[in-house]
């Protein structure tokens, strides 16, 4: 069993490698993204501008929002590039038994 306080949120093997995909729990809409041989979930809106982050693109450790191009740095939600200058929340992750649960707190967003 994961650690109280996280949430089921797939089946690992949903995942593919460098793809985002969007979840929502607890209210909240996230990205997991599996890159890196890890699952790191991000909050699903860009700080920019309010598009979604899971139609990005993944390199490595960074998501990259789609409209303007800044990177996030999925380990600790801060942007990389301009336009973005504001982080984004992410969440712990854990993986159990083939499943995947993360600890989604709603956080206040500026
Ligand atoms: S909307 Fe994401 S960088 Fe502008």
Redesign the pocket.
């Known amino acids: 069993m994961p650690t109280s306080g996280y949430t089921y949120v797939c089946k690992f093997d949903v995942l593919e490698e460098g793809v985002p995909r969007r979840f929502e729990a607890e209210g909240v809409s996230f990205s997991l993204v599996l890159t890196e041989k890890q699952v790191f979930a991000i909050y699903d809106v860009?700080s920019?501008?309010a598009?979604s982050l899971s139609e990005g693109e993944a390199d490595g450790c960074t998501l990259e929002?789609w409209?303007?191009?800044?990177r996030f740095d999925l380990r600790t939600g801060h942007p990389l590039d301009p336009?973005?200058t504001r982080p984004v929340p992410v969440y712990p992750v854990q993986i159990e038994d083939g499943c995947v649960y993360a600890q989604i707190v709603r956080r206040s967003v500026r």
């Open positions: 860009c920019h501008s598009v929002c409209l303007h191009g800044s336009p973005a």
